[in-house]
């Protein structure tokens, strides 16, 4: 008994000596940080199916506009991406194409629904709007954060005497978002609704 204590005791010091408990702790972070991210877009894909309705009864001629926005809600909610599915690259391009595009039709319908007065006067429009802006800066934030949640995890994985330990009990660097979006990750967006003009960067 006590020898089976003291052999514990041994494999938990060296384990946490090699770095393992911190990397450990350290894919628990980046899996914490992407569900926070999910979080966030759920949140903004559950904005649209209103937003459609409440564009749609002022502004019935941008069918165009509204289909638009309608498929790429689609597109988003096809693509279920957890933690353990995060770690494939291709899928996570795909995602990040996928919110990519929802965002910009979000965009292209904001700038349309300039063109009718009495949808900008209308209260439950002006409320899904404030809930845009505020999801697209949380969004913003949330991938913010899981970038830099993966960079440190990286980073450790790589660095010796970690990285043996993580070849030793196969623990891989884990994608970010791509290239192309990380710039305009680095810079929260500028949503503005109110005051003649949206934009939305993604």
């Not at 005791?9 to 992407?34: M, R």
């Not at 494939?88 to 300039?114: I, Y």
Request: glycine share 4%.
């Amino acid at each position: 008994m006590k020898s089976s204590l003291l052999a514990a005791l041994v494999l938990s010091a060296t384990l946490s000596g090699c770095g393992y408990n911190a990397l450990q702790a350290e894919d628990e972070a980046v899996n914490a940080a992407w569900a926070e991210v999910i979080n966030q877009y759920q949140r903004r894909a559950d904005l649209v199916p209103n937003l459609v309705n409440t564009v749609k009864g002022y502004a019935v001629h941008e069918k165009d506009v509204l289909v638009q926005v309608t498929e790429a809600r689609s597109r988003v909610g096809s693509l279920r991406l957890d933690a353990s599915t995060a770690s494939d690259e291709q899928k996570l391009k795909e995602f990040a194409a996928a919110q990519q595009s929802m965002g910009s039709a979000l965009s292209r319908l904001m700038v349309v629904s300039e063109n009718y007065p009495q949808l900008k006067a209308d209260s439950g429009f002006r409320d899904l709007q404030a809930q845009l802006e505020g999801t697209e800066n949380r969004i913003a934030l949330a991938r913010k954060r899981y970038i830099n949640a993966v960079q440190i995890y990286n980073t450790d994985v790589r660095s010796f005497p970690n990285n043996l330990t993580a070849m030793a009990f196969n623990l891989k660097t884990r994608p970010s978002f791509t290239v192309d979006n990380e710039k305009a990750i680095s810079t929260a967006p500028t949503v503005n609704f109110g005051t003649g003009g949206a934009s939305a960067a993604q």
